[in-house]
């Protein structure tokens, strides 16, 4: 697709189109002095994601869409993506690139699309229909989030007419790319995780064959006509080539370090992907028998994050440490500095609360809301975070101090566990826990907070922190590093009195000071507390009257009060007093 001109090259989009912007010389160094502007209208009731393949931008030279996001910079070898909710009014979104006079890079080429939420009916017969007029199955996550699948695609040995999950993916995607021969074209991120209402064929275990598939209706990827899809391929069963268990199939899904393993993995350090061949009732791996080998090299793999964020090639700086061994108590200790906006707050030292997190989308790295780790595979954030959220969709980032630089650590999260009596109404129970795909290795820039050991304390006049990355005003910027608040916890009578009827529920606890107070985007992050030597997490950031409001203190999740629920949702967790609770 040909990029639109540098030069105030301007575009609309209509629902499911895209358009693409580019550097000057892309994919040469952009120049000196570039200015670039171009105008994209999005019609109403549209999201808008924007996915760079590459993205190579020196500090002092950015891309960023006019009042609606920061100055971006930095570098992205695998590319990046952002998300825009939809608006309810058509808007024109003011794209500016600007580069200085001094040292140039690769620049960037993205795509920036629009589209709807996909609805639609149809009847038929068969896991996929036949050709005719229908909307196009959209991908909502994923590197090319926002494009169409491209039905029929070959993969795996198989000809796709719909979502797969042959290659051990939990989640049904799609390629978004096909070359001549309809074959998936690899290696350039085109593929996506497809909507819910998207058709998914189902991938057999075994054998070869054909099977018709025909219907009619009207809806996604429907309409009149016939189809079929062919079976053809192996379809054969992952094995270990090598290894204690060499010839054996792989008996996924295995549990494994306290993750669940659907491909191959090199979890333990293992430099070659391998696999369990034999599990108990639990799908625990066996061990100590030899059940296990190296898989074969078409077996799916499943990524291990890395679980610290390695220094700048510029800076003789230590990395991360391991702190102690797993399994001990290593909650509640401040990184950094240890010395000790949000709103009248002050940056924090690098690494100073190591269980901070953020929430961002696959590809993302401005948080849209923050939370607290509280073991090496459980972060506890808020529901109204959450509650809309597949877990597909929702990444952390873990050890960072300043969002905008180029070094950032992802991981997936495996399970969302909103609390069941969360009301989006009153904001009331507003927890949620996240199951993380991977564990974490705590390191001094990685590690959780404890949870509170006195399950009785209100902690009426203590002193707490609340950190984020959210704005430092009521509406206003998000700041690039994580900021850090001092605020004095109050009763639940005089927060009720500010904001009247009962509306503070024994779930909440309130805390502010004059001109202090967290703010939007730390929505879901920690409000900690000093208690026995080490820093527990009494407070969850939920919600309040604007930020720093005069008389309305800000409102937190009061973590003693579901205690027990969180103990039964988690494992790994430690209590101030270094009291293993689950």
């Known amino acids: 697709m040909e990029a639109l001109s540098c030069n105030n090259g301007k575009d609309t989009l209509a629902d499911g189109q895209e358009v693409t912007i580019e550097t000057p010389n892309y994919p040469e160094n952009y120049p000196d002095k570039a200015r670039c502007n171009w105008k994209i209208k999005v019609p109403a009731n549209e999201e808008v994601h924007i996915w760079c393949e590459t993205f190579d931008i020196l500090k002092g030279d950015f891309l960023r869409i006019k009042r609606v996001t920061e100055k971006i910079h930095g570098s992205y070898a695998d590319g990046f993506g952002e998300s825009l909710p939809a608006s309810s009014e058509a808007r024109t979104l003011k794209v500016q690139f600007r580069s200085n006079k001094k040292k140039n890079a690769g620049g960037f080429r993205c795509q920036i699309s629009a589209f709807a939420q996909i609805t639609g009916s149809g009847s038929g017969s068969g896991a996929v229909t036949g050709t005719g007029s229908g909307a196009s199955c959209i991908t909502n996550a994923g590197p090319a989030a926002g494009s169409a699948c491209a039905f029929p695609f070959n993969f795996g040995g198989v000809s796709h007419s719909g979502c797969t999950t042959i290659d051990g993916d939990t989640t049904p995607w799609c390629s978004t790319q096909t070359d001549a021969n309809n074959d998936h074209v690899s290696g350039i991120d085109a593929w996506g995780y497809c909507d819910a209402s998207c058709p998914v064929q189902e991938t057999g275990e075994t054998g070869s064959g054909s099977g018709p598939t025909t219907g009619s209706g009207s809806g996604l990827t429907t309409g009149s006509g016939s189809g079929s899809t062919t079976g053809s391929g192996s379809g054969s069963v992952c094995s270990a080539t090598s290894g204690p268990a060499e010839g054996s199939a792989c008996a996924f899904p295995f549990n494994f370090e306290g993750v669940l ?25 066996v061990s100590g028998v030899g059940a296990w080998g190296y898989c074969d090299a078409s077996c799916p793999v499943q990524e291990t994050a890395a679980t610290t964020t390695p220094a700048p090639a510029t800076t003789a700086a230590p990395g991360p440490v391991v702190t102690a061994a797993p399994g001990t108590c290593q909650c509640g200790v401040k990184g950094g500095a240890a010395n000790g906006r949000i709103v009248g707050g002050q940056e924090t030292e690098e690494h100073e609360y190591p269980w901070q997190v953020g929430l961002v989308g696959e590809n993302g790295r401005s948080p849209y809301c923050g939370g607290t780790l509280i073991s090496s595979t459980h972060v506890l954030t ?16 873990l050890g960072e101090h300043n969002i905008a630089d180029s070094d950032v650590n992802r991981v997936a999260v495996a399970e969302i566990i909103n609390h069941p009596n969360y009301n989006s109404q009153t904001t009331d129970n507003d927890y949620a826990i996240l199951r993380l795909a991977n564990a974490v290795t705590f390191t001094n820039e990685v590690s959780p907070a404890c949870l509170p050991a006195d399950l009785s304390a209100t902690y009426a006049g203590v002193l707490a922190t609340v950190t984020g990355w959210g704005t430092l005003s009521s509406g206003g910027n998000q700041p690039n590093t994580l900021q850090e608040v001092d605020v004095t916890v109050t009763t639940n009578a005089v927060c009720n009195s500010a904001y009247g009827s009962n509306m503070i529920t024994a779930n909440m606890v309130c805390a502010a000071d004059s001109g202090k107070d967290s703010c939007q985007g730390d929505s879901g992050g920690p409000l900690i507390a000093s208690e026995n030597g080490r820093q527990a997490l009494i407070g969850v950031v939920s919600w309040g009257y604007g930020c720093a409001a005069a008389d309305y203190p800000g409102v937190y999740a009061r973590v003693t009060e579901k205690m027990s629920w969180i103990v039964a949702n988690t494992a790994g967790t430690f209590s101030s007093t270094c009291s293993a609770l689950n």
């Open 261 to 285: 393993h659907f491909g191959c993995t090199t979890i333990d350090g293992d430099t070659t992907p391998w696999c369990s061949t034999q599990t108990d009732p639990d799908d625990d791996h």
């Open 382 to 397: 808020a529901a109204h975070c959450t509650a809309n959220s597949a877990a597909d969709s929702v990444w952390v980032i």
